[in-house]
């Protein structure tokens, strides 16, 4: 909308009416309250004056020629940069229809010809004021629009430095908690991940699972292919692994060198062996060439697995312990096999600690490969 805008006098009027003589009297009258007036005979040429410079207040007769009142005031509302000036009607019509129509049409007023001179006056600053009260609001909404935008644009920039800084973030953590090389967990987040199991399962007196997982022979391998194709073949069994094992909550952890760990919270051991199977099967299918193995063509791994019921003031070492023996147990067995190993409590769990580990019953299983 283009805006009025107030001169050092009281206010811009213009008198629209094609009787000279109302035309003079108003302009004297509202001259000597400190008005600029301005004046026009016709509809025609009110609008063109309306066009040129906008005013603060028309005063506007209906009866004209050519263009009457009511269709000047019509154009006038139906253009947003003159909708919004207030139009006083001024006419000899004195039927309530006339008025009726006048302000359906968009007229802030309406006084009856002939008009006492008070009351021409006083209407006109009562619009006045009212007008000036708009353009203020006006302003102030403009104002608060343009906050309203900038804090908009600071909230969409905080949200999108959050969102950069979280993402960075989580690049962090995944390079903390990753082994560089294969991009599994890393032993140090294996450590952590098993010990927030381990309590979960002690609460809930759940089953919890281990899987020690050694390539065999790696060391002969990377003396015959060198440590480039070492490497590789670590990425490849560490993919074979994770392909494996289906569960959010199934952890693919690089635990040292050639050996891989596998958590699985709440699994019984027949679960576990299940995931075993389907790990050595995934390996298989690489077909990795090891020409250096004593046992087999290709590339193959021996795994010991380990399950368990946590007891209360116990800790992961426990279940490690007992998967490293088992896996010790099937490299006795020729590698390229797993073996199982179950601990059963031989005393009041709650009262078990750490260093009565004889008195865990081992129950041992063997697969050949």
């Keep these: 909308m283009q805006q009025e805008t107030l001169d050092t006098n009281n206010g ?3 008198i629209v009416d094609d009787q000279l003589d109302n035309l003079r009297v108003l302009s004297t009258i ?3 309250e400190g008005y600029q007036v301005r004046k026009a005979i016709n509809g025609h040429m009110a609008l063109v004056a309306i066009k040129t410079l906008p005013p603060d207040v028309i005063l506007l007769d209906i009866n004209m020629p050519d263009i ?10 139906a253009d947003l940069n003159t909708r919004d000036i207030p139009v006083i009607f001024i ?8 008025k009726v129509k006048a302000m359906k049409i968009g007229g802030a007023d309406y006084i009856t010809k002939p008009f006492q001179f008070e009351e021409v006056v006083a209407r006109v600053q009562n619009q006045l004021t009212i007008r000036k009260l708009q353009i203020k609001l006006q302003e102030k909404n403009q104002q608060l629009q343009e906050q309203n935008a900038l804090l908009l644009l600071e909230i969409e920039k905080r949200i999108q430095a959050e969102a950069t800084l979280q993402t960075l973030n989580e690049k962090l953590q995944q390079l903390v908690w990753s082994d560089s090389l294969t991009q599994v967990a890393n032993r140090r987040y294996l450590d952590d991940y098993l010990q927030r199991e381990w309590l979960r399962a002690t609460r809930n007196q759940a089953n919890i699972s281990l899987i020690l997982c050694d390539i065999d022979y790696f060391k002969s391998y990377n003396d015959t292919y060198g440590h480039l194709a070492g490497d590789n073949c670590l ?7 994770h392909d494996a094992v289906m569960r959010p909550a199934d952890l693919v952890a690089r635990y040292g060198g050639e050996e891989f760990a596998v958590v699985l919270p709440k699994t019984n051991l027949d679960g576990a062996v299940k995931v075993a199977k389907s790990i050595r099967s995934q390996v298989e299918n690489l077909k990795i060439a090891h020409s250096s193995s004593s046992i087999k063509e290709y590339l193959t791994l021996t795994m010991g697995i380990a399950s368990m019921v946590p007891f209360y003031r116990s800790s ?12 010790y147990r099937a490299k006795l067995r020729g590698r390229n096999t797993y073996c199982t190993c179950t601990l059963v409590a031989s005393s009041d769990g709650d009262h078990c600690n750490e260093e009565e580990i004889k008195s865990w019953s081992e129950h041992y299983i063997f697969e050949e490969g």
Aim: proline content about 2%.
């Design 68 to 77: 009457n009142g009511y269709e000047v005031c019509e154009r006038l509302k």
């Design 12 to 14: 811009n009027i213009l």
């Design 91 to 98: 006419s000899v019509l004195d039927d309530v229809l006339d």
């Design 30 to 32: 509202l001259a000597k």
């Design 316 to 327: 992961p070492e426990i279940v490690i312990n007992a998967s490293d023996r088992a896996l």
């Design 235 to 241: 990425k490849r069994v560490a993919q074979a692994i």
